[in-house]
């Protein structure tokens, strides 16, 4: 079993009086939760407490969705070019200051310093994207049969829109729901995860001073997520919700925006298969693969949870899978050379446990890895060793389940009929991936993949300029791109006698 390493080094944070932040914005006004209640925000790495935040009640979030749906008149009868130029003006701050959001995005939520600052450019992109949509909303005409008659096509802005965001990529996922709705006219109230909320109160700043005019975003910070989502989807003010979160919590917000026909876009979770195919270079695709799998530690939704490699070169495939991430660091994300970080919480490390003890009881075997790590400094912090199994099978937890971890479970095939049946056993149709150096077989297989997104030979697959988004349990509707500007626009119909 190839040794991890762990970093030891005394750069780790120390523990110094928590601030208490006002982290309530409505109407342009910073302020405490009127109850006066907080909650903690603890750095994963460490389990210290490094601020309070306002832990806002009901009272709040209809505060937050009023003052929303009074400034969306004006905020919508202002230019596409005055939207434009508030969002490109927020993209060139939250460059300014990417090395700052950075290091906070690291003791909130654990990832590396250079993946955070990596999530920051993206963030920033989502941005500069939307700022330059802002000017393409284009309308139509429509030739009629009367010769007295013309259509024209419009679009305009959904309304007020109510965001959950989720704390796995705590500023860049805020910019993509955010962005394009300022962009398409529409005002928005924000809940950011209980886990992350300080990365959105620095988001907000950026916007505010960018010169977002006060109601058009409303950030509410609480601890009871069950509470904001009852009020977007029952609240008659707000027009449409977007979520990215889990698939059990999106289908609760679907099934409350249904009762009252809002629009509804959600990001939910993902399984995504990585299949190898015999021609593929097994080396090429082990480091490919050891690279996405530790995206954020295992912990993004298009990281692939089910590795499917034909037997013919299953084993060099492994062998070099397994070096790559055992050379990796695993420790605090502000230490030099750390490449892995922490999981978010305790409950992420006992699933890690539970997936690893059901796979090995099942017949797996655990090349490398396989365990919480507790080795010095280590033991305060929420983290599991890098992991390879192999000898994965259908019946085991981690062939069903997404793991939404650092677990790489192996899978031989011989087919490929079979291997692409494999790949779509499951509900989950966000990301997947093919190696092959056969274009033709690779097309084939991109088409029978029921995935809304296919990388070939390429394990960034996304972009602020493409349409990032699943099929079945992964969700509904597409987020970047021009799919995920029309998400927050209505069409609407001139029909003039002329």
Same mark, same amino acid.
């Given at each position: 079993m190839t040794e991890v390493h762990a970093a030891v080094s005394?750069?780790?944070?120390?523990?110094?009086?928590?601030?208490?932040v006002a982290s309530i914005f409505i109407n342009g006004t910073w302020s405490p939760a009127r109850a006066q209640r907080t909650f903690s925000v603890t750095d994963p790495s460490s389990g210290e407490s490094i601020a309070s935040v306002s832990d806002a009640g009901v009272e709040e979030i209809r505060s937050a969705i009023d003052a929303a749906h009074d400034a969306l008149d004006a905020w919508g009868a202002r230019t596409a070019y005055e939207r434009s130029a508030i969002l490109y003006r927020a993209h060139q701050l939250m460059l300014d200051r990417a090395d700052e959001l950075a290091t906070l995005m690291t003791r909130e939520q654990g990832k590396p310093l250079r993946a955070a600052r990596t999530e920051v450019q993206y963030a920033a992109d989502f941005l500069i994207w939307f700022a330059e949509e802002a000017k393409r909303i284009y309308g139509r005409t429509i030739p009629s049969a009367r010769a007295d008659q013309r259509f024209v096509v419009q679009h305009q802005p959904v309304g007020v829109v109510g965001a959950v965001t989720p704390w796995n990529y705590p500023i860049s996922m805020i910019t993509r729901k955010i962005a394009p709705a300022l962009a398409?006219?529409?005002?928005v109230v924000l809940k950011p995860a209980e886990a992350t909320p300080l990365c959105a109160v620095e988001v907000f700043r950026i916007l505010e001073e960018a010169g977002v005019p006060p109601?058009?975003?409303?950030?509410?910070t609480t601890s009871d997520p069950r509470m904001v989502g009852e009020e977007f989807t029952s609240n008659e003010k707000v027009a449409k919700v977007t979520f990215t979160g889990s698939t059990a919590v999106g289908r609760k917000l679907a099934? &409350? #925006?249904?009762?009252?026909?809002?629009?509804?876009?959600?990001?939910?979770?993902?399984?995504?298969?990585?299949?190898?195919?015999?021609?593929a270079d097994p080396v090429h695709a082990a480091k490919g693969a050891a690279a996405i799998k530790m995206l954020n530690t295992g912990q993004a939704c298009i990281v692939p949870n089910r590795y499917f490699v034909h037997s013919s070169i299953v084993d060099e495939f492994c062998d070099v899978l397994t070096s790559r991430l055992g050379r990796m660091t695993v420790g605090h994300g502000l230490q030099d050379g750390v490449s892995v970080g922490p999981l978010i919480n305790e409950a992420a490390v006992e699933r890690m446990e539970r997936h690893v003890a059901d796979a090995v009881n099942h017949g797996a075997k655990v090349r490398l890895g396989g365990h919480r790590l507790t080795e010095g400094e280590l033991a305060a912090g929420n983290f599991f060793a890098p992991t390879v199994l192999s000898g994965v099978t259908p019946d085991m937890l981690i062939y069903r389940e997404e793991t939404f971890g650092p677990i790489a479970p192996v899978i031989v095939f011989?087919?490929?009929?079979?291997?692409? #049946?494999?790949?779509?056993?499951?509900?989950? &149709?966000?990301?997947?991936?093919?190696?092959?150096?056969?274009?033709?077989?690779?097309?084939?297989?991109?088409?029978?993949?029921?995935?809304?997104?296919? &990388?070939?030979?390429?394990?960034?697959?996304?972009?602020?300029? #493409?349409?990032?988004? &699943?099929?079945?349990?992964?969700?509904?509707?597409?987020e970047g791109a021009q799919e995920g500007l029309l998400e927050y626009l209505e069409t609407r119909l001139l029909g003039i006698s002329v």
């Open positions: 005394e750069a780790t944070p120390v523990a110094t009086e928590v601030p208490v398409a006219g529409c005002t109601g058009v975003m409303n950030l509410v099934e &409350g #925006a249904g009762r009252s026909l809002k629009r509804i876009s959600l990001e939910l979770g993902g399984h995504a298969p990585f299949i190898v195919f015999s021609d011989d087919d490929d009929d079979d291997v692409i #049946a494999m790949a779509n056993d499951t509900s989950y &149709g966000l990301a997947s991936y093919i190696y092959s150096r056969d274009i033709s077989r690779a097309m084939r297989t991109a088409e029978r993949l029921k995935f809304g997104m296919v &990388g070939v030979n390429d394990i960034n697959p996304t972009s602020a300029a #493409a349409p990032f988004g &699943g099929v079945g349990d992964s969700g509904l509707g597409r």
